[in-house]
């Protein structure tokens, strides 16, 4: 395993051995697989210049236990997508689902799934901001990450106004966004992997109320001659990924 980092790319070469009962797909190329720069925990992190998470650890028992090397990379979100798109790379981790998408990239069964929020200041709403259904937040100024898919939120007019989780909390504190989208897992994960408590007062999270959890899949790029092969592979795993997680419950 070869670890290499560059200004603004962090990339990991899996030389990746055969299981010992793993059928191999020779057939399948060396991949070259991309995922967001900005740290998405616990699902993928960077930890000591080294790339860690769920989704790394499900790759190796898809692919490198089937004797599948692959390259991955971190980089801009919008970066990657577009990379996958004009066959820079052949699959990207940790997406979620959207019309448009799927007319550009073959998308996999889902693998995880995260609980939706929305966050608010409460000096803004001294009240409390309850709602019954996302779209009651069309009323007041939703903001999210730039380059981020918030389809399933079913709100129209989204504004991108930020890169990070503290750069839009900032401005729930200033009143330049009355709302903030974004998950609970993710909030959790940077908790628990940095002791980054980006939700405290006077800010305020709730689960948006009778919205499942969204689920989350990768976009096998379309140029990828094999892209049925892996497709078959990847959702074989990740069935078993569920099966298993919910037999643990």
């Known amino acids: 395993m070869v670890w290499k980092t560059g200004p603004l790319v962090l990339a990991l070469i899996l030389l990746a051995g055969f299981g010992l009962h793993a059928a191999p797909h020779n057939n399948l190329p060396h991949l070259r697989i991309c995922g967001d720069a900005i740290d998405w925990p616990p699902y993928i992190y960077v930890q000591n210049e080294e790339i860690h998470g769920y ?20 980089t801009s979100w919008s970066r990657c997508l577009r990379g996958a798109k004009h066959d820079e790379y052949d699959l990207v981790v940790s997406a979620s689902y959207s019309p448009e998408r799927e007319k550009d990239y073959l998308y996999t069964e889902w693998y995880y799934t995260i609980t939706p929020l929305y966050i608010y200041s409460s000096q803004l709403f001294p009240q409390g901001l309850t709602i019954s259904t996302s779209q009651e937040l069309s009323a007041y100024r939703v903001c999210g990450q730039h380059s981020y898919n918030y389809h399933d939120f079913n709100i129209d007019g989204i504004e991108s106004v930020g890169n990070s989780i503290r750069e839009i909390t900032e401005k729930l504190k200033t009143g330049e966004c009355d709302v903030y989208l974004s ?67």
């Open 55 to 74: 989704d790394v650890e499900i790759l190796d028992r898809a692919l490198a236990r089937h004797g599948v090397k692959y390259d991955l990379v971190l």
């Open 183 to 249: 998950w609970e897992e993710i909030l959790e994960g940077t908790r628990r992997k940095w002791g980054i408590e980006h939700i405290t007062p006077p800010l305020v999270y709730k689960a948006v109320p009778n919205m499942e959890p969204h689920k989350f899949y990768m976009l096998i790029s379309r140029h990828l001659p094999e892209r049925e092969q892996l497709k078959t592979l990847l959702d074989r795993q990740f069935r078993l990924d569920r099966t298993a997680n919910k037999d643990s419950q």
